[in-house]
């Protein structure tokens, strides 16, 4: 069954970290733009973080950036998402994605695509509260 799974959400203090991982089963990341997506309860979903598979060019939302990191590793396929200096308005589910028609940043994350994306994890919970 082709899949993705996202792990490695949870409850964490403010200033605290986590590490989030999406998996994909039954296919290769090797040739997919891979984005990190949040969605918080009453507001639109948004584009975190994107990695395109030619040079592994890297976007980041305001919201986040120097906060997070991503990276991809094709051999195991799987991503994963940094996350360091947690605020509570990081609060949100978490979903990656994958696009093979997608070869942008531009595309996957600053204007979704959506259409053109392939598969979706079912999310991950990070709340971050005190």
């Known amino acids: 069954q082709l899949r993705l799974v996202e792990s490695g959400g949870g409850l964490v203090q403010p200033g605290g970290s986590l590490r989030l991982s999406c998996a994909a089963f039954?296919?290769?990341?090797?040739?997919?733009?891979i984005g990190w997506f949040r969605q918080a309860p009453g507001k639109e979903r948004e584009g975190v973080a994107c990695?395109?598979?030619?040079?592994?060019?890297?976007y980041y939302a305001d919201s986040v950036k120097g906060r997070f990191t991503m990276s991809r590793d094709n051999a195991k396929s799987t991503v994963t998402l940094q996350m360091n200096t947690l605020k509570p308005e990081d609060t949100a589910v978490y979903y990656c994605?994958?696009?093979?028609?997608?070869?942008?940043?531009?595309?996957?994350?600053?204007?979704?695509?959506?259409?053109?994306?392939?598969?979706w994890g079912e999310g991950t919970l990070v709340t971050v509260s005190s």
């Open positions: 994605a994958t696009a093979h028609r997608i070869t942008t940043v531009r595309g996957m994350c600053v204007s979704p695509r959506y259409d053109d994306m392939d598969y």
């Open positions: 039954g296919f290769t990341l090797d040739y997919s733009t």
């Open positions: 990695i395109t598979s030619s040079d592994s060019s890297t």
